[in-house]
T-cell receptor
Framework: AQSVTQPDIHITVSEGASLELRCNYS??????LFWYVQSPGQGLQLLLK??????LVQGIKGFEAEFKRSQSSFNLRKPSVHWSDAAEYFC??????????FGPGTRLSVLP | DGGITQSPKYLFRKEGQNVTLSCEQN?????MYWYRQDPGQGLRLIYY???????QKGDIAEGYSVSREKKESFPLTVTSAQKNPTAFYLC??????????FGSGTRLTVV
């Protein structure tokens, strides 16, 4: 069965600092991988996705993620965090675009 | 603009009442989903539908019902059998080549 872990429940960074949110998955084949962001009281917005090809994918809002098959990871990164990035971030995995499994989420706080 | 529209944004339910949450889409997605979100528990799948007039139970379907009479609409009814309905409910449409598009959610509170 597919599963997704996000080891960090809550991360706090200072504005302008770099960010890396971790995501590990368990899946037998090459998965479809996604990162979503959720602001308080809102729905989830797609940041980026990986289906195949270049393992470094660029997303919206200056985010990128790297697929590492050997580590079963799909970590999300941003070189310089803005206060508006404070939100909850969800990693998700699916098999060929079906049967999505979401991670538990990582809450990001940004210090001024 | 295309999207998923959920209404109302806030809903209050008295004990023993059924309430219906609306979800409409104009993205032409075949597949639609309902998730429940509680603090610290991520997203849990309630029901999903891959075609009109067909739907499947998710992980926490007890106390909920859905219908899919037309492609654009996937309403969720929270019945009186759902003992702890206070939560944030998210509807989503899905296309394999893109992933999910979520609505902005409905917050249901029991009063």
């Amino acid at each position: 069965a597919q599963s997704v872990t996000q080891p960090d429940i809550h991360i706090t960074v200072s504005e302008g600092a770099s960010l890396e949110l971790r995501c590990n998955y368990s899946y037998g084949a090459t998965p479809y991988l996604f990162w979503y962001v959720q602001s308080p009281g809102q729905g989830l917005q797609l940041l980026l996705k990986y289906f195949s090809g270049d393992t470094l994918v660029q997303g919206i809002k200056g985010f990128e993620a790297e697929f590492k098959r050997s580590q079963s990871s799909f970590n999300l990164r941003k070189p310089s965090v803005h206060w508006s990035d404070a939100a909850e971030y969800f990693c998700a995995v699916s098999s060929y675009g079906q049967n999505f499994v979401f991670g538990p989420g990582t809450r990001l706080s940004v210090l001024p | 603009d295309g999207g998923i529209t959920q209404s109302p944004k806030y809903l209050f339910r008295k004990e023993g009442q059924n309430v219906t949450l609306s979800c409409e889409q104009n993205l032409n997605h075949d597949a639609m989903y309902w998730y429940r979100q509680d603090p610290g528990q991520g997203l849990r799948l309630i029901y999903y539908s891959q075609i009109v007039n067909d739907f499947q139970k998710g992980d926490i379907a007890e106390g909920y019902s859905v219908s899919r009479e037309k492609k654009e609409s996937f309403p969720l009814t929270v019945t009186s059998a759902q003992k702890n309905p206070t939560a944030f409910y998210l509807c989503a449409g899905m296309r394999r080549s893109y992933g999910y598009t979520f609505g902005s959610g409905t917050r249901l509170t029991v009063v």
